[in-house]
């Protein structure tokens, strides 16, 4: 048994076996052939839309992404000059003015008026003294005398010299966040200059990315909080669903799985000066529209492929393997036609030769005998002359029986000159059938004759004809009981061809003599026959040029059918 | 009958010798010859009027023999035996000036039949 291994193995694949059944032969082929030019086929189309597929792949997603990327370092930067600018405000306002001039409350208003004026989105101002005790204010609240010593960008301003919080709700309810500078240049602790910006700049500046509706933008802090409202990731202060992508400066491109299981585009970049990241999410369906649809296109197109390739391939192998059975059948019948052909003059030869050796020595018996009778017979008292004539007669007798054999023998193996003329095929079955006419009286026989009188005329031997017709209804009289029938059929099948049917209704022959009854020497009739009969006329047809087939059942009758051309073959005569 | 001259040429002895004696009881004088060159150097002492010859013997072949025969004694009548069954040989030979031809077995009446037809130049 073989195993999947071998069967498949490259080794098999180029095994085109020449023997074995002829129906698994084919079927191996077949499948041998299929495989292998479906291999070559399919393997190179499936590497090249595998390369395709990627190739696509990438050009798309940097085309795509890179705009994302410009996009996000561009707004990046508005939002950093947007704080800078804020950040050197407050700074130059604690460099430029000393302690007591901001601590006078008319200066610090119109301080804070002209800043606010500037540059806008300022809500309050702040100064705030060494000991965290804010001495001036200028503000929609009444903060003054607050005391934020314990507070934490206190101490990161103190410690920095500058603070940036992240963005969180004020007393009246909106976002805001607080920018602090230190002026340590008056003492060694320095007070602090404080302002809080209105973050209602951050939506304008993300809505100036002109964004599409399907692309969500927002800033959120470095523990994941947002400082913008998102569209689909919370709003204000909420927590970021996301864990933080990682630190990087540079607008870089992540793709990740958003909660709700969507494959989403992260563009993100940190900011530097400032706790802010700036996010743009970008789902993937979207951004991939076009690839998708190539992504089809091609996966359609590679399919339709592959569907013709098996179509082609397995009609075509069909094709290619049936034209080879039909060659193979072919080649294997001319083989047993020459086989037979050749089997036919090898014993013939060999007859030849043993007719010739066996005359020699027959013509002495037949010559010895011969002069025994003379003796005999011109001795007039010879004694019990009758009796030695009878036995010299017999062994006469006998001789005479060799030689019809042997001459019937040397009649087969020599190859008879073929006399074409042009004559009546009719003609030839009615005189061949009065030859036998009396046996056939005599035994009760009919012998029907059913001649198509349109038959046409046809150039052969007829000689040759008359011993082939002789031949065949010799037997079939000897097949058939006294009182049986046999019928002669002539009719032409095409413009070429005559056919002539000898059917008889005797005893027919089982399948294993059917398939010898044209070898030599191959006879039922033990003792009479000398097994030459059909071979001859199997020789004889064929030289004409013609066909002879035979079907026979036992106990219902034997069909002979032979076939003649209109003319005989161009090879008759040799 | 008497005063003819028969030469049989055959290298099957006993076949010869019997058929010899067989003519000789019908009033057939009939020497033998066994081959060849035997057979040509009786027709020059014996200048029979008929050769029996058969086509296959060892040495000289009967075709030969029979060119021989007829290009020395063209009158000489040639009879042709042959162990083939074939036709073919005896008028090949036929064609080179023999009178007939026969099959062997052969029957001694139709060999006197073919010697007198010869002899009559049929």
């Known amino acids: 048994m073989m195993t999947w291994r071998d069967r498949f193995s490259l080794h098999s694949l180029f095994n085109f076996p020449e023997e074995g059944s002829t129906q698994k032969r084919y079927s191996l082929l077949r499948r041998n052939m299929i495989i292998l030019m479906i291999l070559v086929t399919i393997v190179p189309l499936f590497f090249m839309a595998l390369l395709n597929y990627h190739q696509y792949q990438s050009t798309l997603r940097d085309e795509i992404v890179n705009p994302m990327r410009v996009l996000v370092n561009k707004t990046k930067h508005s939002f950093e000059l947007f704080l800078a600018e804020r950040l050197s405000a407050v700074s130059f306002v604690a460099s430029a003015y000393s302690y007591e001039k901001l601590s006078n409350e008319v200066e610090f208003n119109r301080i804070f008026r002209v800043m606010k004026r500037e540059f806008g989105g300022f809500v309050d101002l702040g100064l705030i003294d060494e000991l965290g005790v804010q001495v ?4 929609p609240y009444d903060l003054k005398g607050k005391n934020y010593s314990e507070q934490s960008w206190l101490h990161e301003t103190q410690v920095r010299g500058g603070y940036v919080s992240d963005v969180f709700m004020g007393f009246r309810g909106f976002p805001h966040l607080v920018m602090a500078v230190l002026n340590n240049s008056e003492s060694l602790k320095g007070w602090i200059l404080r302002a809080t910006i209105d973050t209602d700049r951050f939506h304008d500046l993300i809505a100036s990315m002109g964004l599409d509706p399907k692309t969500d933008a927002f800033l959120i802090n470095k523990n994941g909080v947002l400082q913008t409202p998102s569209k689909w990731y919370g709003g204000l202060l909420e927590r970021f669903p996301f864990d933080l992508p990682p630190a990087s400066y540079e607008a870089n491109v992540v ?8 494959d989403v585009f992260m563009a993100y970049t940190y900011f530097a000066h400032a706790p802010y990241i700036l996010v743009v999410i970008k789902p993937r369906g979207e951004v991939l529209r076009s690839w998708y649809t190539l992504k089809s296109e091609l996966f359609f197109l590679f399919i339709i492929s592959v569907v013709v390739i098996f179509l082609v391939v397995f009609k075509l192998t069909d094709v290619l393997v049936h034209r080879m059975m039909e060659c193979d059948e072919r080649r294997e019948a001319a083989f047993r036609e020459v086989e037979h052909t050749h089997k036919l003059s090898s014993i013939g030869r060999l007859a030849a030769g043993v007719a010739h050796e066996i005359n020699n020595p027959m013509a002495i018996i037949n010559e010895k005998a011969g002069l025994m009778k003379d003796l005999i017979e ?15 007669g017999a062994v006469l007798q006998s001789v005479h029986r060799c030689r019809s054999i042997t001459h019937r023998l040397l009649g087969f193996a020599r190859r008879m000159e073929v006399q074409v003329e042009v004559l009546d095929l009719n003609e030839v079955i009615r005189e061949t059938a009065a030859f036998l006419e009396k046996e056939a009286l005599y035994r009760k026989v009919q012998i029907k004759l059913e001649l198509d009188s349109t038959l046409p005329r046809i150039a052969s031997d007829r000689g040759q004809l008359q011993q082939v017709f002789l031949n065949i209804l010799n037997n079939a009289l000897a ?6 029938q046999v019928t002669v059929v002539s009719r032409p099948i095409d413009d070429d061809t005559n056919e002539v049917i000898i059917q008889d209704n005797g005893c027919g022959m089982p399948e294993a003599v059917l398939q010898h009854i044209f070898e030599p020497f191959f006879t039922t009739k033990k003792g009479t026959g000398t097994g030459l009969g059909l071979p001859i006329t199997y020789g004889i047809v064929k030289k004409l040029g013609g066909n ?21 073959s161009e090879e008759s005569g040799s | 009958m008497e005063n003819w001259k028969v030469l049989l040429v055959d290298d099957e002895q006993e076949f010869v010798t019997t058929l010899a004696e067989r003519l000789g009881l019908r009033g057939i004088d ?6 060849g060159e035997e057979g040509l150097r009786l027709v ?3 200048r029979p009027q008929v050769v029996v010859l058969d086509l296959m013997m060892p040495g000289m072949s009967g075709v030969e023999v029979l060119q021989q025969i007829k290009s020395l004694h063209p009158e000489t009548r040639v009879l042709l035996l042959t162990g083939h069954g074939s036709t073919r040989e005896g008028i090949e030979g036929m064609r080179l000036g023999a009178d007939d031809y026969l099959m062997k077995p052969i029957n001694i009446d ?3 039949d073919k010697m007198k037809k010869a002899m009559r130049g049929e």
């Open chain 1, 479 to 484: 097949a058939v009981a006294d009182g049986g």
């Open chain 1, 255 to 262: 793709e990740v799985k958003d909660m709700s299981g969507r």
């Open chain 2, 44 to 46: 020059e002492d014996l």
């Open chain 2, 30 to 35: 009939a020497a033998i010859a066994s081959d």
């Open chain 1, 136 to 139: 001036s204010y200028v503000g």
């Open chain 1, 378 to 392: 011109f001795k007039p008292d010879f004694p019990d002359k009758e009796k030695f004539l009878g036995l010299v």
């Open chain 2, 110 to 112: 139709e060999l006197i």
């Open chain 1, 548 to 568: 002879i087939e035979v079907q026979s059942q036992e106990n219902v009758g034997t069909i002979f059918t032979i076939t003649l051309p209109l003319r005989a």
